[in-house]
C-alpha cells in the first residue's frame, strides 16, 4: 500500500519519473525539428549541382548542345544565365509561405491536439520532401513545379516550430528554460548539418536523393511522434512545471514589479496543480491581437526579423558561395557550410547559459548582434585566405549569428508565452511562439532574396547587407535593454540596503 512507503521513497520515484518523462519529451521534440531542419537544407546544398560550369566535363556522345556550352550538364531550368533569380524564387516559394503559414498555424495548434498536428505535419512535409527529389528521376524540368511543391512544403513546415515549443514550454519552467532551450534549440544546427551531410552523398550523382531520403526520414518520425508524444505532464500523471520565477523576483524591475519585461510571474503553478487533480474548466485561446499586447512581443519579433535574415541567407547561400569564392566541389562546400551549424549549437547553448545566470535575455542577444557585424566583415575578406582561417571564422559567425536567433525562438517565446499578464493561461503559448518565428520567418523570406538579387553585383554587397540587417535587429531591442540595465541597478541597489542592515 502506499501508506508503507516512507515519504521521502515516494518523492525520489515521483522526482525521477518526472525527470524521466522530460527527458524522453526533450529527446523526442528535438528528433521532431531536426528532421524538419533536416528536409529544408538540401536545396542548399543542390543549387551548385542545378547550375555549374560544365567545361572540364566529357560530354556524352548523344548530347545535342553546342560545343560552346559550358552548362549543359546543369539541370534546366537553372541552366540559364538568370540561374540565381530562379533559385531564389524556388527559396523564396518556400520561404514566403512558411511566414505567412506561420501566423496561422500557431493558432491552429493550440486548438487542435498537438499529437495529431505534429504528426500531420511531419508526413506532409515528407512527402513534399520527396516530391521535390523525385522531379530527378521523372526529369521534370518546369519551374512552376519546384516552386509548387516548395509552396506547399513551407505551409506544412508551419506545423513544427509552434507545436515543439508549445510542448516543451509545457514540461518545463521558467528556471533554466534559457540553457535547457539553448542545449535543446541544437536541433535546429543538428538538422541543418544532417541535411548537408545526406544531400553531399548523392549531390553529384543522382541529387534527387538528397531530397528523397531527409523526406522518407522526416515522415518516417512523423509516425512515432504520432505514437509516443505526450502534450501535457498531467496526462501522465507526472508534475506540471513552474512557470513563474522565485520570490525575489517581485523587485527586479522598477516598471514592472516582480521581473523584466517579458517574464512570467503569474500563479499559474496553482491553477495547473489543481487541474491536474479535479476537472478545470479549459482556458480560452489567446486572440492574435492579445498576444501582441504582450510587453516584448512586438520588439523581440521586430529583432528576429533582422537576425533570421541574416540567419537564412547564410542556411541557404553558404555553400553556393564558398563554391564561388573558394572554388570547392560541391560536396566539399556543402560539408564546410555545417560548420556554421556547429558554432551556432555553441552559441545558442552560450546565449542560454548567459542569459539565465543574468535573467537579461534582450542584452545578451543584443551584444552577440553587436559582435556579429565585425565577424561577417572578417570573414568575407580574409576567411577564404586558408582552410584554417575558414573553420575558425565560420564557427565564431555561425555562433553570434545564431545564438540570439535561439535565444529568441526557445526561451524568449516560452516566456513571453507564458508571462503574468496570461494569468496561467499556457494557450497561447502557441499563438506567441507563432508571431514571433512568423515575423522572423518574413526576414528569413527577404534574406535570400536579397542574396540572389545583390549577389550578382558582388559577394561584398550581399555581406554589407547582412551586416546592416544586423544592426537594424540589435536595434530594436534597444528599450529591453534599457529596462534590463534599470531592474539590475535596482537588484544591486536592494543587495546593499540588505547588507547594511
Known sequence: MRSSLAPGVWFLRAFSRDSWFRGFILLLTFLIYTCYHMSRKPISVVKSRLHQNCSELIKPINDTHSLNDTTWCSWAPFDKDNYKELLGAVDNAFLVAYAIGMFISGMFGERLPLRYYLSAGMLLSGLFTSLFGLGYFWNIHMLWYFVLIQICNGLVQTTGWPSVVTCVGNWFGKGKRGLIMGVWNSHTSVGNILGSLIAGVW???????????????????????????????????????????????????????????YSNRASGLETAARCSKEPCEEPAAISFLGALRIPGVVEFSLCLLFAKLVSYTFLYWLPLYIFNVAHFSAKEAGDLSTLFDVGGIIGGIVAGLISDHTNGRATTCCIMLILAAPMMFLYNYVGQNGITSSIVMLIICGALVNGPYALITTAVSADLGTHKSLQGNAKALSTVTAIIDGTGSIGAALGPLLAGLISPTGWNNVFYMLISADILACLFLCRLVYKEILAWKAALTRDRGYKEI
Do not use: K, R
Open 203 to 261: 549531390v553529384n550523382e543522382q541529387w534527387g536523393l538528397s531530397f528523397v531520403v531527409p523526406g522518407i526520414t522526416t515522415a518516417a518520425v512523423g509516425v512515432l511522434t504520432f505514437l509516443f508524444l505526450i502534450e501535457y505532464p498531467e496526462d501522465v500523471d507526472c508534475t506540471p512545471p513552474q512557470h513563474h520565477g522565485g520570490p525575489d523576483e517581485d523587485q527586479d524591475n522598477p516598471e514592472d514589479p516582480g521581473n523584466g519585461p
